[in-house]
């Protein structure tokens, strides 16, 4: 609703209160309606403030409404008839004024904020445009380069960046409320015509063409195939180039279109299940709600390699104090270089002062962790030195420290073994570079504490990732599925395909990388190295062992083949591709001969594969091994497996993530093509269609947020 009151001074405060952001509600838009004409109408009052209750002004329409019938008075109207009222309206911005918020802020005569307030046209994050008049609004107030940057990619930006670009007329640190009241006292009786950005013209630089062009390129690379920013284009060229209210009508045309998009279900889908993550629950009936994280008052982290340098640095952005552990003193000296000159870089970006950061002491000795809440453990992946180091750790540490291993796939109750704790012991699954990407596995093994569940998810969120609770099994979730979309792309390349063929297929899926070039930068040593321990390929693989055949099924020697002649990717100059000119991925003719030779070496009928079979063999085998991921209880529903993959696996957001995607395209179709390709590759168990989706189709293809109750009728790791 939106609360009215009169103050002395003819001031009318109106003030949005729908906690917790004061979205833009149905009863929302009636009370605006309603208190803005009482306003008007009353002859007492000169000017109008617009506030937002609990120090937070406006998070923009109400997205669950989205999916439902529209209901109540539209925005459009209700912020054209704020723009036309005579009296001054002024916008108090506190929080956040995000989306339709500032839309309706655009839509007062004058904006004031506090200095940290955000503000932001994040539409275009749904998957939508600002079809409040945002488009033709802001590129009238601050000029179209700005807005279009701004309208194009949602980004947050502060009150200080506002007040430049001219999106506020004024920041104060103190109270933004008393500001505006003394501010809207000045200007009432004023006429306010000057003040109606709807009749303003959009300040447009003279090589409109290139700019608009420029933006397209930029979208294509950041986010190929979403439709919403192409259409956030073509509202800001009409923003530049016609009358507002032509300007508002292809507004409302383009909105119309990516409204009842699947790209915009699948955004929104994505803006929900990411909240939902952090609501956890295990079947025991532990959860989020009954169990209290221990405080994480100092941490440490073991390992200065590239993944522990990374964690050290999240560890101090979030304030806590870090020691940092080393075995040799060059390493340490090493390390310590590069994680202050990582922090550095990090304070500049961010103005942080060295207050706000965490210390990081660096040591050799062990011994300096027996007063830490919690120790990450971020050495190489080697089970062995892994149990020594949690072992030594249960000697050092203090009885509750939580001991947390930062592994991509070995089993957490192994490692948990070594410990005299094991319920103290969880996963927690980072990824490269740690101090930059969002996702945190937290690997939940059989012996693990609701409590060490609850600290990690907790310290997930103080590091500001999105922390995901997953069971224990190699690989966990991220990266078990990745496993069997590789194992396709090898196959098809065995079968007559190029990477560039199967990298393109992939990239325009969405993907900003095809898997062959994500390959080349991570290193093909890494994959190389986890085969050598499998026993899958190098010295402990049994003489004799046919080249394409592992436990009677397929395998593919193809990449082990490269990284045994040197090619390991980028960092050699060439792997699946050449890099005569760094990071430049080129197609590499010797891998073409190489590849005609090894299919005749092995008898192989090379073929033209189709971008459809490749799109299908890649993504379905990933799917499929998702649903027995749900199956085993190893997630807990398939919206995490979705957080997972668009968060940290680079899956198109608009597509919603792999079990989304399943569903959007038809669990049937899905599975009728595994069964297609399992029965022309036999020798490949896992394209097998999973029993759950057999029993989902069975079912007849339930939307995705049925499937948790279906899966609890199975087992459960977590
Ligand atoms: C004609 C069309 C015109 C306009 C279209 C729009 O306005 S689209 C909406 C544009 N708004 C946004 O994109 C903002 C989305 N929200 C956020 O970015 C964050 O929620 C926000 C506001 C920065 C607050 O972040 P914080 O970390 O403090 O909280 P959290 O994200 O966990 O959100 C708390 C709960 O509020 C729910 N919520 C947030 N925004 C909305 C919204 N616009 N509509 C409905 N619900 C919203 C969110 O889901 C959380 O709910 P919970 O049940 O607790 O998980």
């Known amino acids: 609703m939106a609360l009215y009151r009169r103050i002395p001074g003819a001031i009318a405060v109106i003030t949005l209160t729908n906690p917790p952001v004061n979205a833009l509600s149905c009863t929302v838009r009636e009370a605006i309606y309603e208190t803005v004409k009482r306003a008007t109408a009353d002859q007492e009052v000169k000017a109008i403030v617009l506030c937002g209750a609990n120090g937070k002004f406006c998070g923009g329409a109400d997205i669950k409404e989205f999916s439902r019938e529209m209901r109540g008075p539209p925005l459009v109207p209700m912020i054209d008839m704020i723009e036309e009222s005579e009296k001054p309206v002024v916008a108090v911005i506190e929080g956040v004024a995000f989306g ?105 630089p003279e090589d409109l063409d290139s700019l608009l062009e420029g933006a397209l390129v930029r979208i294509r690379q950041r986010s190929r195939g979403a439709l919403a920013p192409v259409a956030c284009v073509q509202a800001v060229r009409a923003a530049a180039s016609l009358p507002f209210a032509q300007g508002m009508k292809k507004e409302q045309e383009l909105m119309a279109y990516l409204f009842t998009s699947g790209q915009a279900r699948a955004m929104q889908y994505c803006f929900f299940t990411q909240r939902a993550a952090a609501r956890w629950t295990t079947p025991s009936g532990a959860s989020w709600e009954n169990t209290k994280a221990r405080p994480v008052r100092q941490a440490a982290v073991i390992g200065l390699g590239t993944m522990g340098k990374g964690i050290a640095v999240s560890l101090s952005r979030a304030g806590i104090p870090v020691i940092a552990v080393e075995t040799e003193q060059k390493r340490l000296k090493a390390g310590r270089k590069a994680v202050n000159s990582m922090l550095t870089r990090e304070s500049q970006k961010r103005g942080l002062a060295e207050a706000h950061l965490g210390s990081i002491s660096f040591t050799l000795d062990l011994r300096k962790l027996r007063d830490t809440d919690l120790v990450i453990e971020a050495v190489f992946e080697d089970m ?120 393109l297929v992939l990239e325009e899926f969405g993907f900003a990388m095809g898997i062959f070039r994500v390959m080349d930068l991570s290193g093909l040593d890494v994959g190389w190295r986890s085969r050598k321990e499998l026993g899958l390929t190098g010295p402990k693989l049994p003489p004799g062992t046919e080249a394409r055949s592992r436990g009677g099924k397929r395998y593919s020697p193809l990449p082990d083949i490269l990284c045994e002649s040197g090619r390991l990717g980028q960092k050699t100059g060439r792997g699946w591709y050449l890099y005569e000119k760094e990071r430049v991925a080129t197609p590499d003719p010797w891998l073409q001969s190489f590849l005609e030779d090894y299919r005749s070496r092995f008898g192989i009928q090379s073929r033209r594969v189709g971008q459809d079979e490749i799109l299908e063999r890649c993504l379905y085998s990933l799917i499929n091994e998702g649903f027995r991921i749900l199956q085993e209880g190893i997630a807990a529903s398939p919206e995490d497996i979705d957080v997972i993959y668009v968060s940290g696996y680079g899956w198109p957001r608009h597509r919603g993530g792999p079990m989304f995607y399943a569903w959007m395209v038809g669990l049937p179709k899905v599975l009728d093509k595994l069964e297609h390709y399992h029965r022309t590759h036999p020798d490949i168990p896992n394209l097998a269609p999973s029993s759950m989706l057999r029993k989902l189709v069975a079912r007849g293809s339930p939307p995705v947020h049925q499937w948790r109750a279906l899966i609890q009728q199975h087992s459960s790791q977590l």
């Not at 670009?165 to 006292?185: N, P, Q, R, W």
């Not at 939580?402 to 103290?424: F, K, M, Q, V, Y």
């Open 100 to 204: 339709g918020g500032l839309e309706l802020a655009l839509g007062c005569h004058y904006r004031i904020a506090h200095s940290g307030a955000q503000v932001g046209l994040t539409e275009v994050t749904l998957g939508l445009l600002p079809a409040a008049g945002g488009t033709q609004r802001l590129p009238r107030l601050i000029g179209v380069p700005a807005a279009l940057d701004i309208i194009t990619t949602g980004r947050h930006v502060s009150a200080q960046e506002a007040v430049r670009l001219g999106i506020v007329d004024k920041v104060t640190d103190s109270s933004a409320m008393e500001e505006a009241i003394e501010f809207a006292k000045t200007v009432a009786g004023e006429p306010m015509g000057p003040r109606r950005l709807s009749l303003w013209t959009a300040a447009c």
């Open 384 to 503: 062995a030195l892994k149990k020594q180091i949690f072992s030594k750790l249960s000697s050092v540490c203090r009885p509750d420290a939580l001991l947390c291993t930062n592994t991509s796939g070995l089993n957490i109750d192994e490692i948990a073994s070594a410990a005299s704790r094991p319920e103290l012991v969880v996963g927690t699954h980072f990824f490269a570079p740690a101090h930059v990407m969002k996702l945190l596995e937290v690997v939940c093994g059989p012996r693990t504490s609701p409590v060490a569940v609850a600290t990690a998810m907790q310290l997930a969120k103080r590091l500001e990732k999105i922390g995901v609770v997953v069971g224990n099994c190699s690989g966990f979730v991220g990266n078990r599925m990745m496993r069997p979309y590789t194992e396709q792309a090898y196959y098809l390349l065995e079968e007559g395909a190029r990477p560039e063929e199967v990298d």
